[in-house]
């Protein structure tokens, strides 16, 4: 493939990315990412945090995506049909409501005479894991634009080119509404938190409950 085809393909591939993440993106993933938001109730810099490291975890799974169809040509789109991909974005989202109802809660900022009262840790690095396994596996969702990289990809037939293509669709799949929606969803959740401090914690199992209902939906089908 020549550099102009090259030049002229990553342009393309942008602008396919752009597309899918002010439509397709925003509709498939808000369920997922905003669940997790509006449950962690964290506000708008712990849940900006948690959609880049999900935006991160799609970039990163199509620069991988492409770059292995790069090597291993059109039968990874088939590959990754219903069965590996739900699987992935079902398990991700599991992992995802669990790790909501296991978080652990401690007194915080609340009095020691009033220990019935608690609020959550919020913040915590390792809180943003299950956002970035979300936003990889949610890559997996076979769709016509993905198959439209995994096949510029594979007649590219390396598998830089391939992972060069793939990088920039993600880039352009992050131009998202996600960024703005995600936050809001976490300044609900911290605005509900700060208003009745009890709701915390069954906010954040109602959230883990539905993120492994959405998980089982994406599962359950494939047994």
């Not at 219903?82 to 652990?104: E, R």
């Not at 005479?113 to 970035?132: H, L, M, Y």
Request: glycine content about 14%; proline content about 7%.
């Amino acid at each position: 493939m020549s550099e102009a085809t090259i030049g002229v393909g990553l342009g393309t591939v942008w602008l396919l990315g752009a597309s899918m993440g002010m439509t397709v993106c925003t509709v498939s993933c808000l369920p997922f990412i905003g669940t997790w938001a509006l449950g962690r109730a964290g506000g708008d810099p712990e849940a900006l945090r948690h959609t880049l490291s999900f935006l991160a975890g799609r970039v990163l799974a199509y620069t991988l995506l492409a770059l292995t169809a790069g090597m291993a040509g059109l039968g990874l789109a088939h590959a990754l049909g219903s069965l590996w991909g739900n699987l992935a974005i079902g398990s991700a989202s599991i992992l995802a409501g669990l790790w909501l109802l296991m978080s652990k809660r401690s007194s915080g900022c609340s009095p020691p005479s009033t220990p019935s009262v608690q609020t959550i840790r919020w913040g915590r690095p390792r809180d943003a894991a299950p956002p970035f396994l979300m936003g990889a596996a949610l890559a997996l969702t076979p769709c016509t634009p993905l198959a439209s990289l995994l096949a510029l990809a594979a007649e590219a037939g390396d598998p830089l080119h391939g992972a060069g293509f793939g990088l920039v669709f993600g880039i352009g799949t992050a131009m998202t509404p996600i960024l703005l929606l995600v936050p809001l969803a976490g300044r609900l959740g911290m605005a509900l938190r700060k208003e009745r401090d009890w709701l915390a914690p069954w906010l954040m199992r109602a959230a883990g409950l539905v993120l492994i209902l959405l998980g089982l939906r994406r599962i359950i089908p494939l047994i």
